[in-house]
């Protein structure tokens, strides 16, 4: 049996109509759909491999990548990441996902001076900080690395 051009091109074609605005997201409301139909896709998909809808999620996936990446703040956040010791950067995302502040890591690193001079760069998380935040938020010591 041979491929149905025609049919194949105007289902598609129909598919794109319903899915422009999380195919080629172009505002915050169009990143929201395709963040909760990734999510839907997510908790639907039978195998990442083999379920049909696994491609719609890597189309919808791509989509909020190239979205992500033209986003001012995202741009910002990314290359202060980059320049950041990658010790610090997770020290400051812990510090932000749980509301923390220097004070608050007195078990795993110490007083707060020495955690502002480690933020800072004067000083460096040390093996025995890195063992002890992981244990204290379940994270593995390679995002530290």
């Known amino acids: 049996m ?9 289902s598609f074609f129909d598919f794109a109509k319903i899915a422009q605005r999380v ?9 929201y ?23 719609l999620l890597n189309i919808i996936s791509n989509a909020i990548e190239v979205y992500e990446n033209e986003q ?7 290359s202060e990441y980059e320049k950041m010791d990658k010790g610090v950067a997770v020290l400051k995302v812990l ?12 078990e795993e ?21 890195i063992e002890k935040l992981c244990l204290r938020f379940n994270i593995s010591p390679e995002l530290f690395f």
């Open 33 to 55: 759909d395709a963040l909760m139909l990734v999510e839907h896709l997510m908790l639907t998909l039978d195998s990442i491999s083999t379920d049909p809808l696994a491609d």
């Open 2 to 10: 041979s491929l149905d051009v025609r049919e194949v091109t105007d």
């Open 72 to 78: 001012p703040d995202i741009k910002q956040f990314v």
């Open 23 to 31: 195919m080629h997201i172009g505002n915050e409301a169009g990143y």
């Open 95 to 106: 510090m932000e996902q749980y509301g923390l502040g220097v004070a608050d890591f007195k």
């Open 109 to 129: 690193i110490g007083n707060k001076s020495y955690v502002s001079m480690i933020l800072s760069g004067e000083r460096q998380l040390s093996k025995k900080h």
